[in-house]
């Protein structure tokens, strides 16, 4: 939007003028040609100053309103900066909080696998004790039936020694079903 000359109306303004008593507008070419003239004639000081091509002057209320929303959006952009910053300080928490979770739960992970090894090592020694302490059951029981069946005639070293075998199976058996029963 150009600015108009104040005399010539169908022109553009290339400069504003101002009297010494105040009065002040805007004039193009040929107008600044005849305020000149009248000055010298007046024998009065004039001002010109050019206009900035493309750009119309601004009024006092137009220019406080520019200046009151360039303001308001200076503080509103420092705000979004602090909040900014505050959102950039949180992130870096979450992220560093994220990693050390991220890290115990491999941890964690590491635990379960070794702790299943173990499950899985401790449930195969528990079926080989069970395993083994039936077989010392029979083994015992079979002993017991002998010892029953056996004749009286039979030399007393002999029964010592299976009453040894007897209470050795025993004290294994016991064992096995303590490992067992853990």
């Not at 040894?164 to 303590?178: C, P, V, W």
């Given at each position: 939007m150009?600015?108009m000359?104040?005399k010539?109306?169908d022109?553009?303004?290339v400069a504003?003028f101002?009297?010494a008593?105040?009065e002040e507008?805007?004039?193009s070419?040929?107008y600044?040609?005849?305020?000149n003239?009248?000055?010298?004639?007046?024998?009065?000081?004039?001002?010109?100053?050019?206009?900035?091509?493309g750009?119309p002057?601004?009024?006092?209320?137009e220019?406080q309103?520019l200046?009151a929303?360039?303001?308001?959006?200076?503080?509103?952009?420092?705000?979004?900066?602090?909040r900014?910053?505050?959102?950039?300080?949180?992130?870096?928490e979450?992220?560093?909080?994220?990693?050390?979770r991220?890290?115990?739960?491999?941890?964690?992970?590491?635990?379960?696998r070794?702790?299943?090894l173990?499950?899985?090592?401790i449930?195969q020694a528990?079926d080989?004790?069970?395993?083994?302490?039936g077989v010392?059951?029979?083994?015992l029981?079979k002993a017991?039936?002998?010892l029953?069946?056996a004749?009286?005639?039979?030399?007393?070293?002999?029964?010592?020694e299976t009453m040894?075998?007897?209470?050795k199976?025993?004290?294994?058996?016991?064992?096995l079903e303590?490992?067992?029963t853990?």
């Amino acid at each position: 939007m150009s600015v108009m000359c104040d005399k010539f109306t169908d022109k553009p303004a290339v400069a504003k003028f101002r009297w010494a008593w105040g009065e002040e507008g805007n004039c193009s070419l040929e107008y600044q040609a005849l305020l000149n003239q009248t000055a010298r004639n007046l024998k009065r000081q004039i001002f010109f100053a050019p206009l900035a091509l493309g750009e119309p002057m601004l009024q006092r209320s137009e220019r406080q309103a520019l200046i009151a929303a360039k303001l308001a959006a200076e503080s509103e952009a420092s705000e979004v900066a602090e909040r900014s910053a505050k959102l950039y300080v949180v992130n870096t928490e979450l992220r560093q909080e994220l990693e050390r979770r991220m890290t115990e739960r491999r941890e964690l992970e590491a635990q379960l696998r070794d702790m299943s090894l173990k499950l899985d090592d401790i449930t195969q020694a528990r079926d080989r004790y069970a395993r083994e302490s039936g077989v010392l059951a029979e083994e015992l029981s079979k002993a017991e039936l002998l010892l029953q069946s056996a004749p009286a005639t039979h030399l007393e070293e002999q029964w010592a020694e299976t009453m040894r075998e007897l209470d050795k199976a025993r004290a294994r058996i016991a064992e096995l079903e303590g490992i067992v029963t853990d």
